[in-house]
T-cell receptor, first 114, second 112 residues
Framework: GAGVSQSPSNKVTEKGKDVELRCDPI?????LYWYRQSLGQGLEFLIY????????KSGLPSDRFSAERTGGSVSTLTIQRTQQEDSAVYLC????????????FGQGTRLTVV | QQQVKQSPQSLIVQKGGISIINCAYE??????FPWYQQFPGKGPALLIA?????SEKKEGRFTISFNKSAKQFSLHIMDSQPGDSATYFC???????????FGRGTSLIVHP
């Protein structure tokens, strides 16, 4: 597809379970971002990948959160031992990676922890 | 610490009116200021962006005004339409980082 693709679109999980969220960026985009959107809280930066450089993990809220990007393309965000406060929409975006270029967002994964 | 402060949180205007959303930033290293528009169930999409070397940028009914000395920028939507009803986010990023920092968003409702 032409845009950023995220899967699943919705995920309901039980507290304590692990979840994996997937992001397929736009082909050729070297930069990939994960954000978390909670009601009334805007977009919270989680992690940033740029090419082969070490990722910027400064936004990850706890060590239960991790992400990887394989082959410079697909990325997976993993949340271990999910908590109710992890419930949010997780958004992935990609860009060409130069300063000021547009970040294209996927539709997000709505995670609900029950 | 919130690096980009956005107001108001919500805004209701009548069709044909002007919608104004304001943002203020703290980090003088920021050099790129995009606005994103988000419809329910969709990801944010770039609406318009500005760099600090200009004070205003206009694209159709959307205008960004930028005040570098005050560290403020605003989005003006002229002749607001019901189809403009969405959540708007301002953002800022700095060269070398490329990671946009977002405001908390403004929910705009335009009544017909």
């Amino acid at each position: 597809g032409a845009g950023v693709s995220q899967s699943p679109s919705n995920k309901v999980t039980e507290k304590g379970k692990d979840v994996e969220l997937r992001c397929d960026p736009i082909s050729g985009h070297t930069a990939l971002y994960w954000y978390r959107q909670s009601l009334g809280q805007g977009l919270e930066f989680l992690i940033y990948f740029q090419g082969n450089s070490a990722p910027d993990k400064s936004g990850l809220p706890s060590d239960r959160f991790s992400a990887e990007r394989t082959g410079g393309s697909v990325s997976t965000l993993t949340i271990q031992r999910t908590q109710q406060e992890d419930s949010a929409v997780y958004l992935c975006a990609s860009s060409l990676g130069s300063a000021g270029t547009e970040a294209f967002f996927g539709q997000g994964t709505r995670l609900t922890v029950v | 610490q919130q690096q980009v402060k956005q107001s108001p949180q919500s805004l209701i205007v009548q069709k044909g009116g002007i919608s104004i959303i304001n943002c203020a930033y703290e980090n003088t290293a920021f050099d790129y200021f995009p606005w994103y528009q988000q419809f329910p169930g969709k990801g944010p999409a770039l609406l318009i962006a500005i760099r600090p070397d200009v004070s205003e940028k206009k694209e159709g009914r959307f205008t960004i005004s930028f005040n570098k000395s005050a560290k403020q920028f605003s989005l003006h939507i002229m002749d607001s339409q019901p189809g403009d009803s969405a959540t708007y986010f301002c953002a800022a990023s700095k060269g070398g980082s490329y990671i946009p920092t977002f405001g908390r968003g403004t929910s705009l409702i335009v009544h017909p």
